[in-house]
Structures are given as C-alpha cells and as structure tokens.
C-alpha cells in the first residue's frame, strides 16, 4: 500500500533535492524524512532514489511516482474538503418520504428553518405513505421518512431496526356537515355515528377505522373511498357524509361547510421521523431529524 503521507514526502525530496531541505519543509526531523522513504521504497519493492553525496536524484520509478502524485494528492485534498464541507454541513443531501398530510403541514416549516441555518444542504421530497416509505427507507432509497402508526392497531408496524425520533401525537376528529345533528356537539362516540354514510380511504387506509367502529358495534356503510383529504373535506361539506381524519390534515385545508368534532373512544397515530442507525451520524440527516421535531412543537 503507497501511503499519502508518503508521497508528500517524495515530492519534498524531488523538489528541494534533500533530506535536510525536505524535512525543513515538511516541519519535521531529517531521520523521519529518510524512514519515511524507505518505507515507500519497500511499499513499491523498487529503489525511488539514487543518493549522490547530499543530491538526491530519482530513480524511472521516482519519476512516475512523483508524476502521479501530484494528481493522486489533489483528488485526496479534493476530498477532504468535501467530506468537511458535508461534515461541517456546508453542503450535503437528504432524501425526505413523507405523507401528504406531514409534507403539507410539517415539513414546511422544517425544511425553511434547515435551509435559513444551513444553506448549502439540499433536501429532496416524495410522498408516500407508510409502510411503503419505511421500505423505501430500508431500500436505501430515502435518507429520513416521516411515517406513523395509530396506537394498539392489530397490525402495527415494527421498526425495531430503525432510529426513531418521536414528534407528536395526532388525534382523529370526526368530520360532520354544518347542519348535521351533531355539528355543535363538543364530543361525539363513534356508535352515534353508526347509520351514517361514511367517506373514507382505500381499503389499507381505512382499516383502523373499521376496527374502531367494529369495536364500537357497527360496521361503517362507506358511500365514497378516496384517499384525498381536501376530497373528503369536501364531500363532507357537501352534506354527503361523515368522515374522521386525523387534525393534521386539517391544519392546511379549511373545512369548508364542515364542522370537526372531537370522536370518542379518543384514536391517536404516533408521528414518528425514522432513518438508518448508520444514517443517524450524518450531520445533514442529523440536522433534518432535529429541524422536523422542531416544527412539530409549534
């Protein structure tokens, strides 16, 4: 193995002409200048030097080896430079996945406060929802993903292998039309809302609200499925049925000719950031973590 430090030394002997003249650059002793060299001389298995009095001269091997490492030396400075860029978090990337309901009203106001304290690292965005983004996570095809999983869900899902960093908890409201029976209630069990046409998500979106209404007793006729949440707002608003959603998603989008009411039994999701143990090191990751906890105290 040629060693960089070795190569410096090189080129200090190639051009001052000497040991002596070479340590005197390099800041250090004349015997660890000639160490130095005859380790490299047994790295390469060839002489490098040819040693005249005090002149040294090089050797064809000397020559090549000097003429690359001008261009193997800057690669490394090159590099060096970067990763402390990255380190330092002049510059860096990060991979965000995240649902829409967290894309709309949380990752806003992280991504601004991340980029005003450190612009030169770069956040990409995608959406998706969980488990999808936790795969993509596990893939290597995101650095952070904002998920969530609703509290004792029957299949809720596991991550012991991942890192993660807890930001809030969200509770589910209900969703009712202005003029219905319960709009000016202050809290409404979910059994009262049993003969209701229901909107609601694709099957796998859903399925925590059917286990509560079954829970409850009943069994939810559900009218419209879309997984669009302003959609739902909307078809609420209407007057075409009942909806619960969880109060993130209303935070972005104002429930026109809908009231929110507080549903009971109380459903909560836990809103989680996750990444890889090894990606938890990475100062850009690290600053994306804490910037998304941030945002989701305010």
């Known amino acids: 193995?040629?060693?960089?430090?070795?190569?410096?030394?090189?080129?200090?002997?190639?051009?001052?002409?000497?040991?002596?003249?070479?340590?005197?650059?390099?800041?250090?002793?004349?015997?660890?200048?000639?160490?130095?060299?005859?380790?490299?001389?047994?790295?390469?298995?060839?002489?490098?030097?040819?040693?005249?009095?005090?002149?040294?001269?090089?050797?064809?091997?000397g020559e090549a080896l000097v003429r690359h490492a001008a261009g193997i030396l800057a690669g490394l400075t090159a590099a060096e430079e970067e990763v402390a860029a990255i380190a330092g978090l002049r510059a860096g990337r990060v991979r965000l996945v995240s649902f829409p309901s967290g894309s709309s009203a949380l990752v806003p106001t992280a991504l601004a406060a991340l980029r005003a304290a450190h612009p030169g690292t770069r956040v990409s965005l995608v959406d998706a929802e969980p488990p999808r983004s936790v795969?993509?996570?596990?893939?290597?095809?995101?650095?952070?993903?904002?998920?969530?999983?609703?509290?004792?869900?029957?299949?809720a899902e596991e991550w012991g292998d991942l890192v993660v960093r807890p930001l809030l908890a969200d509770r589910l409201v209900g969703l009712v039309p202005q003029g219905h029976r319960l709009a000016r209630s202050s809290s409404v069990a979910i059994g009262e809302l049993a003969d209701e046409p229901w909107i609601a998500g694709c099957p796998r979106c859903r399925r925590q609200l059917v286990e509560v209404c079954e829970g409850a007793g009943f069994t939810p006729r559900i009218d419209?499925?879309?997984?669009?949440?302003?959609?739902?707002?909307?078809?609420?608003?209407a007057g075409l049925g009942v909806a619960v959603l969880p109060e993130l998603a209303l935070e972005s989008v104002r429930p026109k000719g809908a009231r929110a009411v507080a549903v009971e039994p109380a459903v909560r999701r836990e809103i989680v950031a996750l990444t890889l143990p090894d990606l938890e090191q990475v100062p850009a990751v690290a600053a994306t973590l804490d910037h998304l906890a941030r945002a989701a105290t305010r």
Not at 26 to 45: F, I, N
Not at 135 to 155: K, N, S, T
Not at 224 to 237: C, H, K, Q, R, W
């Open 135 to 155: 795969e993509m996570l596990r893939e290597g095809d995101c650095d952070v993903a904002l998920a969530f999983r609703y509290e004792g869900a029957q299949a």
């Open 224 to 237: 419209f499925a879309t997984d669009d949440y302003p959609a739902v707002i909307s078809l609420v608003g």
């Open 1 to 61: 193995m040629i060693e960089a430090r070795h190569l410096r030394v090189l080129r200090a002997v190639a051009a001052t002409g000497s040991f002596s003249a070479a340590a005197r650059e390099l800041g250090c002793t004349q015997p660890a200048v000639s160490q130095q060299m005859k380790a490299l001389e047994q790295s390469t298995g060839t002489p490098l030097l040819i040693r005249t009095g005090r002149e040294m001269r090089l050797t064809q091997a």
